[in-house]
Nanobody, 125 residues
Framework: QLVESGGGLVQPGGSLRLACAIS????????IGWFRQAPGKEREGVSC????????NYADSVKGRFTISRDNAKNTAYLQMDNLGPEDTGVYYC????????????????????WGKGTLVNISS
């Protein structure tokens, strides 16, 4: 089970830190991803982190502003989001994907083992 938290209403330029609490799995074997879906748009990948934690990937639209991290001891993943803009508005979902290569991750939909229910992020003045 994946449960996201930390969403809310923030003014442009602000920051939020999303958390994803994961239960029922041994996180060591899973890459973690964050996806989002803006109103009227398709769901898209935002970021991922390898099961080892050594590698991360980001969508071009969030590079330099978002930081993904994980704490396997706490079974939790995080997405630090800075310099937020209206284009970042949407529902944010975390995912887990079984990792065959512990140092790699991707933001493809294929192979995702589980999704959270999402947390709403609203960037507005």
């Amino acid at each position: 089970q994946l449960v996201e938290s930390g969403g809310g209403l923030v003014q442009p330029g602000g920051s939020l830190r999303l958390a994803c609490a994961i239960s029922g799995q041994t996180l060591d074997y899973y890459a973690i991803g964050w996806f989002r879906q803006a109103p009227g748009k398709e769901r898209e990948g935002v970021s991922c982190i390898s099961s080892s934690g050594s590698n991360t990937n980001y969508a071009d639209s969030v590079k330099g502003r978002f930081t993904i991290s994980r704490d396997n001891a706490k079974n939790t993943a995080y997405l630090q989001m800075d310099n937020l803009g209206p284009e970042d508005t949407g529902v944010y979902y975390c995912t887990i994907k079984a990792a065959f290569v512990r140092t790699m991750c991707d933001m493809r939909f294929r192979g995702i083992d589980s999704w959270g229910k999402g947390t709403l992020v609203n960037i507005s003045s």
